[in-house]
């Protein structure tokens, strides 16, 4: 039995499928658009890391589900104690540097295929070897619009993919960057049409499939050495500010209005 046997289908937030090598791994809510959720907060760190132990796989890639990537958070779902605070931030603090590091830590490439909106976590998206957009995505750092310090990876991302001062200014402002935008300023190397997306995703890792395993896994480890070193530097510090400003977890009560 393989290993992804094991892991495949335990996820509750995340579908797989897997042919030749090639993994697809769909962010989802209930079967549609993923709405970001406590459950999946737990979850993804956890599937990444399942997907990087398995060495039977050759490229990865990353979507969603409907004309969604990520779209919007799920405020209700999360759950802190205001009693013990530090403890309820520490859960977040330790999947928020795990969901990350686990992502960078997968061995091989890794292809965003993002399918539509990612208004939460662009970064997961942003982070990928390849990324690719349909024509109606979106990408976004929400954080600031919240009141919270944007800490948990977009204040890496969004420089490196946009641009330095553009990367500031999207996260000081929670300014939308459309998919022909995100092309231009170097963030997305293709926009397609919805339906031809995914299918294109999956054209290019079948291609890199047929490469020497090899090849692939210390390419892969070669071309994300800078994004490693970044969030070794800048991540924890921002998960820590980003903490602070969130007042141990009350800023729930600031996304139901």
Known sequence: MSRFEHYGHC????????????????????????????????????????????????????????DGFI??????????DPSTPPVALDRIYREGKALIQNLLNISVPMIAAVNGPARVHAELALFCDIVLASEHAEFQDSHMQWGIVPGDGTHIAFPMAFGVNRGRFLSLTSAVVT??????????VEVLPPEKVRAR????????????????RYAREALTVEIQRQIRAHLSLGLALEGFSSGYGSWGSTLHE
């Not at 459950?39 to 969603?64: C, M, R």
């Not at 054209?203 to 047929?210: G, N, T, V, W």
């Open 179 to 188: 998919a022909q935008q995100a092309l231009e300023w170097g963030g997305v």
């Open 11 to 66: 996820f509750e937030c995340v579908r797989m499928e897997r042919r030749n090598g090639v993994l697809e791994m769909v962010l989802h809510s209930d079967g549609g658009p993923l709405q970001w959720n406590d459950t999946i907060h737990t979850e993804l760190p956890e599937a990444f890391y399942a997907v990087g132990q398995d060495v039977e796989n050759k490229v990865v890639i990353l979507t969603g589900t409907g």
């Open 201 to 216: 995703a999956w054209e290019i890792a079948e291609s890199l499939a047929q490469k020497p395993l090899l090849a692939l």
């Open 71 to 80: 779209p919007a958070i799920d405020s209700g779902s999360f759950h802190f």
